[in-house]
Nanobody, 115 residues
Framework: QVQLVESGGGLVQPGGSLRLSCVAS????????MGWYRQAPGKQREVVAS???????NYADSMKGRFTISRDNAKNTVYLQMNSLKPEDTAVYYC?????????WGKGTLVTVSS
């Protein structure tokens, strides 16, 4: 079965950095686009970034220049490096893969940006 397990969240001060990881299993990781989403309290889930099997990346406008998505196909892992974090980046961050018409999600990892 498809499994996505996120890690790396935590409490960080404004301006700080975190690196999130998502370990995938149950499907052929290397040929699929992987994505990161987030959901802040009281808000809808929104896309953060995605990376194709060829390594092509896309970012939401508010994350460009601060966040970097990458993948290691040998480890079935996708990463999200987050720099210059702001309080408004506080959210649960989810890993995503879409297989056919089905979206799969991890349980998420909480990122809190606060002084």
């Amino acid at each position: 079965q498809v499994q996505l397990v996120e890690s790396g969240g935590g409490l960080v001060q404004p301006g700080g950095s975190l690196r999130l990881s998502c370990v995938a299993s149950g499907f052929i990781f290397s040929i699929n686009t992987m994505g990161w989403y987030r959901q802040a309290p009281g808000k809808q889930r929104e896309v953060v970034a995605s990376i194709s099997s060829a390594g092509r990346t896309n970012y939401a406008d508010s994350m460009k220049g601060r966040f970097t998505i990458s993948r290691d196909n040998a480890k079935n892992t996708v990463y999200l490096q987050m720099n210059s974090l702001k309080p408004e980046d506080t959210a649960v961050y989810y890993c995503n893969v879409k297989l056919g018409s089905i979206d799969y999600w991890g349980k998420g990892t909480l990122v809190t940006v606060s002084s």
